[in-house]
């Protein structure tokens, strides 16, 4: 019997990527923000730290947008919390995808402490058009002098 109750202290350690909608402003990301947290604390879980890593480029468009604003959110949780916030997600407007992944088992809640969240500046700037190249001159070399005696052939 206390077997039982020392292993229902434990929890997993979870980690949740998902993408918003690269038009949102930074009040809605909040918000989205605090509602998954508020979905852990609700279930039982222990947030440890959300982390928004800005808008970024996409390999290919998601719900029809280039871009989107990254999330990462890392807590402790029972198996079925994370179908909850899974199953929250999905119904999100805000929300294109997300991806939920297990670190670690048997975590004690005590031993892993709650960290301020970050918040990192994206890698897309949106002033740049889209698919272009990432330098101004791609004739140039990588010190932005030419090679004007190369000859063809």
């Given amino acids: 019997m206390a077997e039982a109750s020392k292993s229902a202290s434990f929890l997993r350690e979870y980690e949740t990527v998902f993408l918003v909608k690269p038009d949102l402003t930074d009040d809605t990301v909040e918000k989205v923000k605090e509602k998954v947290r508020g979905i852990v604390g ?55 995808r997300y991806m939920s992944k297990r670190l670690a088992e048997h975590i004690d809640p005590e031993s892993r402490q709650a960290q301020e969240d970050l918040k990192l500046a994206g890698d897309v700037d949106d002033n740049k058009p889209f698919g272009g190249a990432e330098r101004e001159d791609f004739n140039a070399d990588v010190d932005g002098s030419y090679d004007d005696d190369i000859t063809p052939g």
């Fill in 42 to 96: 609700r279930e039982g879980g222990k947030f440890l730290r959300f982390t928004i890593w800005g808008k970024k480029k996409t390999m290919y468009p998601v719900a029809k947008q280039p871009r989107a604003i990254y999330l990462h959110a890392h807590y402790l949780g029972k198996p079925s919390m994370v179908a909850e916030v899974e199953r929250n997600l999905r119904n999100f407007d805000e929300v294109s």
